[in-house]
């Protein structure tokens, strides 16, 4: 089913590549209202776990989820930048455990959890990160006083909307600026001159952590974009 981005916020990040024939390539940024690619249409569940992702990563925290998510969860977060999955790190939950890297909370507020954290230290007098169990919503208010987050849901709201054609679409990543190839088709910028990237491609690199992690990397720095037609 051919796909356009049509409600959410205003840079979603692609995931779920593996349920499409064209597609961008996972962890790539598309704009609100873009076409994107032909797809199984609950790919939103995907695009949405990756948004979220991208969007509390810029709060300047880590983002873990659980691996009880499943496997495609997994990796559209990995697309969206996660820095891993919980059961892989060294933690204890509400008390700091002897060589524990993460101490993992549930708190009320951010009032309940720094004197929590605060009692701890006093008591233990040794290092430790500290992690928040919250749901997307409730990141935002405690991103300020963690190190890191656990994702437990509530994803940010993405929406697709079936189309009939599907244009090529030309990236220029300096101008924050997607070409929808409509009418004419470009191979250079035409505010700078650089070459376009195809945002729209049947390619599939490995589905693997370290090219999610190199394609959000190549990305990390758009913060607008935005398409033209041509
Ligand atoms: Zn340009």
């Known amino acids: 089913m051919k796909l356009a981005y049509a409600r959410g916020p205003p840079i979603a990040v692609f995931a779920g590549s593996w349920k499409c024939t064209v597609s961008p390539i996972d962890g790539t940024p598309i704009a609100l209202g873009e076409p994107f690619g032909d797809c199984e249409p609950d790919i939103d569940r995907l695009i ?23 496997e495609d969860e997994v ?3 990995y697309a969206g930048g996660a820095d891993g999955v919980l059961e892989e790190l060294s933690f204890s939950r509400d008390e700091y455990r002897d060589g524990v890297q993460f101490v993992l909370f549930q708190p009320a507020d951010p009032v309940e959890l720094v004197n929590r954290v605060r009692e701890i230290a006093q008591r233990h007098k040794k290092p430790f990160d500290v992690l928040v169990a919250t749901s997307f919503e ?11 987050v656990v994702l437990t849901g509530g994803w940010v709201g993405v929406e697709l909307t079936r189309i009939d054609h599907l244009p090529e679409v030309g990236r220029c990543v300096h101008c ?5 190839m409509y009418g004419n088709s470009l191979k250079r910028c035409v505010y700078c001159g650089r070459r376009l990237i195809k945002v729209i491609t049947s390619t599939r690199p490995p589905r693997s952590k370290a090219v999610f992690r190199s394609v959000f990397k190549q990305y990390v720095n758009v913060n607008r974009l935005r398409f033209k037609v041509v």
């Open 48 to 70: 949405s776990i990756a948004t979220t992702v991208r969007i509390i990563k810029q709060m300047g925290v880590k983002v873990f989820i659980s691996r009880e998510l499943g």
């Open 75 to 77: 990796d559209a977060a």
């Open 138 to 148: 409730n990141a935002k208010v405690f991103a300020p006083y963690v190190d890191g």
């Open 176 to 180: 924050g600026m997607d070409f929808l």
